[in-house]
């Protein structure tokens, strides 16, 4: 599925691609026919494709008459020189005739004959072509006869999944092995598939699985394999651990239980399909506004998320605080009023209005900062005065500063006036010209679009409930959509 989790910390874990290459021979020309082998590395690949992360398009499979000498070692070319890289995994599986000669190992193919050991293939060549496979983990597993004398000491002490490993697990010593019975597993084909099947863990270390598999053989089988690094491979002291396949609603649960930036971009890339994408990219929008913790990233979450973000209400009451510390910051009559203006039930509007009236008797009645809060109703009028505010000097500022803003302030303090049908010509006039500019801004090739998306973002700011509100959000979904998808931001 792409998404694994990190053993060691909550993060995902490896990022490449998990390669098996496994090797069966039932039947041999020059050497006694086995029962299982084939039968063991089928039930093997059918294991770990349907129940851990590997693919079927990453395994290759050599059994019987396929599995020649030329054909082992051209495949261990082939992987040593194909796309395998320092982030990929790579499992390796021969069941077969094993043989010892000189107190050394080989694997038989099954063409050689037994009096031709030239045509056996030597341990130390198999240790050669895996030390030039440059992947993160090699996992090595041997079920033959004196598969034991493939290995070198395993290095003691804790193992990452993050550094490089090299490990070989056999099914025995320096001796025989047996076979399974016909239309049935190995013994120690067994043990392994017993516990990959049984483990219920997200995943399971490679050390436990051995652990487990020679409990179960020393019960069953009275055999004794034995587990090591490959010889002189650069074992960096890592761990394989097998991932199961999860489905994608857990992968999503996981997702939504670590709620970090990275883990949700990583869902977007891998599950672009995935009805969560949406839920998705909420979340990353909002730990990216909630991260910057500024008004204008705030404001752009909730206009973005506007009826369906998951964290609108966190982010409304963000906006209220940090829109409070810039106006108590700033500390005038006209910061304050706005943030009243803004957050009419505001957690700090009552502390804002103290601080208002104190502010405001420190002015003379006159003064420009409270007549310019007056006219841009960001001072309730006054009762007193109610009769005597003159509609038409009103009008006549309103027209004059010729903003939506200023318009909409005028309709609302005078809704009879006789000049509101011209207010709102002039309002729809203005939103009309604004709503252009942006659309041909967004075509434009000298903004990018996070200039192109703030256009959006201002304009909103400027022409609350204007007609062409639905239009530009649309624009501006378009354009955060392209800003994932691109390379243009």
């Known amino acids: 599925m792409g998404l694994v989790i990190d053993t060691d910390e909550n993060n995902w874990g490896f990022k490449g691609k998990n390669y098996l290459f496994t090797i069966g021979i039932d039947k041999y020309k020059f050497w006694t026919p086995l029962k299982s082998a084939v039968k063991d590395v089928r039930d093997f690949e059918d294991l770990l494709t349907s129940r851990y992360q590997f693919e079927k398009s990453d395994v290759f499979t050599l059994t019987d008459e396929s599995a020649t000498e030329n054909n082992i070692i051209n495949k261990f070319i082939e992987l040593s020189e194909s796309k395998i890289t320092s982030e990929d995994n790579l499992v390796v599986y021969f069941s077969g005739h094993g043989h010892i000669k000189a107190k050394t190992g080989y694997w038989i193919p099954v063409d050689a004959p037994a009096d031709q050991p030239a045509q056996f293939i030597n341990n130390a060549v198999i240790a050669d072509w895996l030390r030039n496979i440059n992947s993160l983990h090699t996992f090595l597993i041997v079920d033959a006869c004196f598969s034991g004398t493939l290995t070198s000491q395993l290095r003691s002490g804790s193992r990452s999944e993050k550094f490089k490993s090299r490990r070989v697990f056999t099914s025995g010593r320096a001796e025989v092995v047996p076979d399974g019975r016909v239309g049935e597993n190995s013994p120690f084909a067994k043990g392994l598939l017993l516990t990959l099947r049984q483990n219920t863990q997200p995943f399971i270390f490679v050390s436990r699985l051995i652990t487990d598999v020679k409990e179960y053989l020393s019960r069953e089988a009275k055999q004794e394999p034995m587990d090591a690094s490959i010889v002189n491979a650069e074992d960096e002291g890592g761990e394989f651990l097998f991932h199961l396949k999860i ?14 930036k990275d883990v949700y971009q990583k869902f977007i890339d891998d599950f672009s399909k995935s009805p969560h994408v949406s839920e998705a990219r909420d979340a990353l929008d909002w730990l990216t506004a909630e991260g910057a913790n500024t008004i204008q990233t705030l404001t752009a979450y909730i206009i973005d998320h506007v009826g369906d973000g998951k964290f609108l209400e966190q982010a409304k009451e963000r906006l209220d605080e940090v829109t409070w510390l810039d106006a108590k910051k700033v500390n005038t009559l006209l910061s304050l009023a706005e943030y009243v203006r803004q957050f009419p039930n505001g957690k700090f509007v009552v502390e804002a209005k103290q601080a208002m009236t104190m502010l405001a008797k420190k002015l003379s009645p006159g003064s420009k900062e409270i007549e310019e809060a007056k006219e841009r109703a960001l001072l309730p009028p006054d009762p007193a005065m109610a009769n005597t505010v003159n509609p038409s000097e009103s009008w006549e500022k309103a027209n004059a500063t010729n903003t939506f803003l200023s318009l909409l302030d005028f309709i609302q303090r005078f809704p009879t006036s006789e000049h509101v049908p011209e207010a709102r010509s002039i309002m729809k006039r203005l939103d009309k010209f604004a709503t252009n500019k942006i659309m041909l801004a967004v075509s434009s090739k000298d903004l990018s679009c996070n200039e192109k998306i703030q256009m959006c973002i201002d304009y909103f700011r400027d022409y609350p409930g204007a007609e062409n509100n639905d239009i530009i959000k649309k624009l501006k979904n ?10 243009d931001c």
């Open 247 to 260: 489905s994608e609603e857990e992968v999503w649960a996981t997702v939504v239980k670590l709620h970090g």
């Open 478 to 487: 378009r354009l955060l959509m392209e800003r994932y998808t691109t390379s």
